[in-house]
């Protein structure tokens, strides 16, 4: 088992920064993929932001030259830096763990833009 804990999240006005953090704890060997993704009311959950045991990143084209996603392999930490947001990032934020076959999910961490 993968346990999950999120911070970082909370309300900032259009424009601003939040950085996302998720430590990963229990039995985390051969982690695959590590990544975010958010849901927004009324809309599925989407991928947002991902990044690879190898260091390969992918972005959602909505946040693309925004968000940046990284990792700290030493404290199986991986972070969600995102700039520029707008009133349309607003959405619980979840971190997601890829173990193949198992995936792993944080409780998640609500992120509210106002404009």
């Known amino acids: 088992q993968v346990q ?12 601003g920064s939040l950085r996302l953090s998720c430590a990963a704890s229990g039995s985390i060997y ?5 990544g ?14 991902g990044i690879t045991i190898s260091g ?34 607003t959405a619980v934020y979840y971190c997601h763990v890829l173990q193949i076959p198992r995936h792993y999910w944080g409780q998640g961490t609500q992120v509210t833009v106002s404009s």
Do not use: C, H
């Not at 693309?64 to 990032?89: C, W």
């Open 56 to 89: 390969s990143t992918n972005y959602a084209d909505a946040v693309k030259g925004r968000f940046t996603i990284s990792r700290d392999n030493a404290k199986n930490t991986v972070y969600l830096q995102m700039n520029s947001l707008k009133p349309e990032d």
């Open 30 to 34: 051969s982690i695959n993929a590590m």
């Open 4 to 15: 999950l804990v999120e911070s970082g999240g909370g309300l900032v006005q259009a424009g």
């Open 36 to 49: 975010w993704y958010r849901q927004a009311p009324g809309k599925q959950r989407e991928l947002v932001a």
